[in-house]
Nanobody, 122 residues
Framework: VQLQAYGGGLVQSGGSLRLSCAFS????????TGWFRQAPGKEREAISC??????RTYYADSTKDRFIIDADANTAYLQMSSLKPEDTALYFC??????????????????WGQGTQVTVSS
């Protein structure tokens, strides 16, 4: 099982970025895909998730109306718009077994990708 996140970079305030996450080796019939971020000195924050059918999505208040999540069995995307300096963080993708979003991200059933850095300059 592998998750590969990419697409981060440096962008000016108000700009956009699209993060991608490639999945391989998964055989889950029911899954939830999520994006998290962690800024220096802060706890990891769950910012968005979507379940396998797309029927359930979640956005943190800090990202609502600016970020859009999309995912299928092989790839996940996070389209980020109107970026702010406070969006600067290391962004992670994750996948867990289940149908509910937000998910509980059970450590025994959750897989994490390496982070991709997003830096928003003012």
């Amino acid at each position: 099982v592998q998750l590969q996140a990419y697409g981060g970079g440096l962008v000016q305030s108000g700009g956009s970025l699209r993060l991608s996450c490639a999945f391989s080796g998964f055989t889950l019939d029911y899954w939830v895909t999520g994006w998290f971020r962690q800024a220096p000195g802060k706890e990891r924050e769950a910012i968005s998730c979507v379940n396998f059918s797309g029927a359930r999505t979640y956005y943190a208040d800090s990202t609502k109306d600016r970020f859009i999540i999309d995912a299928d069995a092989n790839t996940a995307y996070l389209q980020m718009s109107s970026l702010k300096p406070e969006d600067t963080a290391l962004y992670f993708c994750a996948r867990t077994r289940g149908v509910r979003c937000p998910a509980n991200w059970d450590p025994d059933n959750t897989y994490w990708g390496q982070g991709t850095q997003v830096t928003v300059s003012s």
